[in-house]
């Protein structure tokens, strides 16, 4: 039997979405190709370098480097793994609030260091004090996140940098959803605006490209030698990545996608899903539910735990926050005709 793939008409609750056209050719054209192999593969690996540069202008990175991992946690094990190789200290800490994605956790857990989780403000971000508090002579790397995958919000990143550098360790942006919104939008969040060292920041979220394409960049090319083992057998002589093997696929849809998007439809696109995002939250909040204002196209609001359950019953693919509200992730392929069916099934939901 030929199973198909989940269509993406009733998805609201997921971090990825229907790749572009262009990126979709792309993925399959470099289906066999392998960038961890540059010397075999030259097209594929001088795509990655294409993708690292317009990654870099995004992220507002002059010189940058980095490469395309198979996702955000890649890259945040990979920022973690660098911090720790960076510090000095025999057990080396990591700062971040608990907003930040678990992907941290299991860096935590590969690379033994110990994480300081710190709590968040009222407006769901990184508490400053609590940040300068918990940062020692031990710690390695404060973490930021800029666009939380729970509620959409962006740390106070300046900030958390200078807290990080006052006390020598390194600073990290997880930008993995982010990234390709907020170069539409006032926060100070990437490499221009802050004195950060690294950025998790992924084509295959905002960025429309296929899975896996996830975006590790560096502030300079010396912190990836921290990355890097010899390759005997291999042309090239050092790799820096996680994984061995890795996606041509991911490497040239994401350097499809940016081509076809960066910057007017990235733009268009950030407008049409800050405006779905504001209209849902619009129609729940006049139904009587409390939600968590939308900074970014992200509406989590709370919902009784029965209404929740007959929407999924219904072929809703919704999630639910740590504490329980309701989480809708305002993709590209949510159109304002999926969400107004949603609340019409919401609606349907509350007269029986
Ligand atoms: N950083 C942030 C801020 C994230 O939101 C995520 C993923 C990651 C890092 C890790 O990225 P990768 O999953 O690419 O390694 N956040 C989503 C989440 O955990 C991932 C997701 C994606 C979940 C698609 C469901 C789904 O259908 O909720």
Redesign the pocket.
Known sequence: MQREPQAFDRVL????TEPHPVAREAAERFLATNPGDPGTYPTVAALEDDAIAILGEIAGLEDPAGYVAS????A?IQAVRIARERAEAKRPNVVMPESA?F?FQKAADVLGVDLRIVPVDEQYRADLEAVRASVDSDTALVVG?A???EYGRVDPIPALAEIAHSADAMCHV?A??GGFVLPFTDYDWHFGHADIDSM?I?P??MGQAAVPA?GLLVRDESLLDELAVDTPYLESTSQATLTGTRSGAGVASAVAAMEELWPGGYRSQYARSQNNAEWLADALEKRGYSVVDPTLPLVAATLPRSTFDALRAKGWRISRTATGELRIVCMPHVTREMLASFIGDLDQLEVR
Not at 71 to 74: A, D, M, R, W
């Open positions: 609750s997921s971090m990825c996702g955000g946690t890649e945040n994605h992907s996140v666009g939380t995958t997880d993995a959803w998790a992924d295959h979220k996830g």
